[in-house]
């Protein structure tokens, strides 16, 4: 069974910077587009990020564009979220999923993995 691991919370100041890390365990052959989601306490689970395999595809939040990037190295099957400009509203549990297809998606159910998420607080 696959599994994934986030890392690389944290709590930093308003316009600071993480990078959170997934690393997935179990089989890591099949070439699964990743991505990247995040839930603040008494909200729904919203979309941040999301990646192809072949890492030319992605796509953003408009929430985090142009502050977030995601990007993945699949020789370390490593899918990374480069968190810059924080605000607080930023703060929330960042979760790492990951679906059985190339193709990079934006809702939640269109993905079969899920890491227990890492959490992220930005204070002001």
């Known amino acids: 069974q696959v599994q994934l691991v986030e890392s690389g919370g944290g709590l930093v100041q308003t316009g600071g910077s993480l990078r959170l890390s997934c690393a997935p365990s179990?089989?890591?052959?099949?070439?699964?587009?990743m991505g990247w989601f995040r839930q603040a306490p008494g909200k729904e689970r919203e979309f941040v990020a999301t990646?192809?395999?072949?890492?030319?595809?992605?796509s953003y939040a408009n929430s985090v564009k142009g502050r977030f990037t995601i990007s993945r190295d699949n020789a370390k099957n490593t899918v990374y979220l480069q968190m810059n400009s924080l605000k607080p509203e930023d703060t929330a549990v960042y979760y790492c999923?990951?679906?059985?297809?190339?193709?990079?998606?934006?809702?939640?159910?269109?993905?079969?993995?899920w890491g227990q998420g890492t959490q992220v607080t930005v204070s002001s």
């Open positions: 990646i192809s395999w072949s890492g030319i595809n992605t």
């Open positions: 999923s990951s679906r059985r297809s190339i193709a990079a998606a934006t809702i939640s159910t269109a993905y079969d993995y």
């Open positions: 179990g089989r890591t052959l099949s070439r699964n587009a």
